[in-house]
T-cell receptor, first 111, second 114 residues
Framework: AQRVTQPEKLLSVFKGAPVELKCNYS??????LFWYVQYSRQRLQLLLR??SRESIKGFTADLNKGETSFHLKKPFAQEEDSAMYYC?????????????FGKGTHLIIQP | DAGVTQSPTHLIKTRGQQVTLRCSPK?????VSWYQQALGQGPQFIFQ???????QRGNFPDRFSGHQFPNYSSELNVNALLLGDSALYLC?????????????FGSGTRLTVV
């Protein structure tokens, strides 16, 4: 069965400090991993996906198949990064299977 | 472009009743997926509709059913409501061929069952 684990419900860091949001997954096939973000009073939106190997708003995430992890990192946190972050897993089937989300981590950046 | 539109925004129903939630996809999108997000949880996949048919279904009972119309809009129906059905219901649409790679989410419908 697919499973996504985000061990931290809440993460509080100071502005300018590095941020790492942890995500571990369980999947028997070839995984597709995503990070979604929800800012206060806004809709859930895609932040980045592993297949693109991109950096969005200074965030990066590397898929580590050996450790079955997809941690989200940013070297210098900014106050506008405060939000709810969800890690999500999709199957290699791509289209119809839907995403399996973790429970989310509430990131608070203190001034 | 209004993006994905869901209605109503809030709804209160009594146990045992039936409810219909609606979703209009983003312009140019033809696939609609529904998710249930209980308080303190991540969204959970209910099912996906494409070409007016249910393509895939998550671990939800038959009380949850849906429909997609020729204009790509979709409805989620829940029969015999239980207290545990109280949640935020999210609709996500995607462009042809993008599936999970191109989701745009709506703001959701908050369903409270009393």
């Amino acid at each position: 069965a697919q499973r996504v684990t985000q061990p931290e419900k809440l993460l509080s860091v100071f502005k300018g400090a590095p941020v790492e949001l942890k995500c571990n997954y369980s999947y028997s096939g070839s995984p597709e991993l995503f990070w979604y973000v929800q800012y206060s009073r806004q809709r859930l939106q895609l932040l980045l996906r592993h297949i693109s190997r991109e950096s969005i708003k200074g965030f990066t995430a590397d898929l580590n198949k050996g450790e079955t992890s997809f941690h989200l990192k940013k070297p210098f946190a900014q106050e506008e990064d405060s939000a709810m972050y969800y890690c999500a897993l999709g199957g290699s089937g791509g289209g119809a299977d839907g995403l399996t989300f973790g429970k989310g981590t509430h990131l608070i950046i203190q001034p | 472009d209004a993006g994905v539109t869901q209605s109503p925004t809030h709804l209160i129903k009594t146990r045992g009743q039936q409810v219909t939630l609606r979703c209009s996809p983003k312009s140019g999108h033809d696939t609609v997926s529904w998710y249930q997000q209980a308080l303190g949880q991540g969204p959970q996949f209910i099912f996906q509709y494409y070409e007016e048919e249910e393509r895939q279904r998550g671990n939800f009972p038959d009380r949850f059913s849906g429909h997609q119309f020729p204009n790509y809009s979709s409805e989620l129906n829940v029969n015999a409501l239980l207290l545990g059905d109280s949640a935020l219901y999210l609709c996500a649409s995607s462009r042809p061929g993008t599936g999970i790679y191109g989701y745009t989410f709506g703001s959701g419908t908050r369903l409270t069952v009393v």
